[in-house]
């Protein structure tokens, strides 16, 4: 028996070292841009606002756009690849205590759902609403809303880098996910983005396997 739990053990963390890393970044300036859109009146900020975006895996570290909300950023699992690589446990804002998964995404599952947007001042029609619908289905999947004029980045929560607005259930991995920002009342500029994030979380399966795969190396260590 001991050594059925210390074979299984070893795959378990060959499998977690062997699999691929990965979640999908859409960029208004930069990656995916095709699965971007927004109003007719958007500009670019090379700037990004009055602070600077560190986001790990933006293209663009320094560029936002503003003005014509809503934005509009989709997801489909099935037709849309991981385009980044994060090792598990990379940080992704060390305020927040967010790390990433390092799951490859593309499969049913549960999914986080990151945003990030630069330090600003100058944001009317706030808070700026997110919201989260999975195929059109009726109704939102995922809801919620950021006070964007917030310049103390400790306190913000680390303004610039992700931000985690919930999670989402995919049952079919052809169902598209449509993120839109928008704001409470038209602006200016009303609200700022510099792109969103889906990574998918481990399975509690997965979760008790590594476990598993723990014990029996502790097991073993022990004999």
Do not use: H
Request: proline share 4%.
């Amino acid at each position: 028996m001991k050594k059925a739990i210390a074979g299984l053990g070893c795959a378990a963390v060959m499998v977690v070292a062997t699999a691929a890393q990965g979640a999908f970044i859409i960029e208004p300036n930069g990656k995916a841009v095709a699965n971007y859109s927004a109003g007719t009146t958007t500009s670019n900020s090379t700037t990004a606002g009055s602070g600077t975006l560190l986001a790990p895996g933006l293209t663009f570290g320094a560029a936002s756009v503003f003005g014509g909300e809503p934005y509009t950023f989709t997801y489909t699992p099935a037709a849309d690849i991981d385009n980044t690589a994060f090792t598990a446990g990379t940080v992704l804002n060390s305020n927040a205590g967010l790390n990433a998964s390092g799951i490859t995404g593309g499969a049913a599952g549960v999914y986080n759902v990151y945003l990030t947007y630069p330090q600003s001042a100058n944001n009317s029609g706030q808070p700026t609403l997110y919201d989260v619908d999975v195929d059109g289905i009726a109704g939102s999947e995922l809801s919620g809303s950021r006070d964007q004029n917030i310049l103390d980045v400790p306190n913000g929560l680390g303004v610039g880098l992700w931000e985690i607005l919930g999670q989402i259930t995919v049952t079919d991995v052809n169902q598209a996910i449509t993120f839109t920002i928008d704001t409470t009342t038209a602006g200016f500029v009303g609200a700022r983005t510099a792109g969103v994030m889906f990574e998918p979380v481990p399975e509690p399966a997965t979760l008790g396997l590594m476990g598993l795969g723990g014990l029996a190396m502790f097991s073993r260590k022990r004999r």
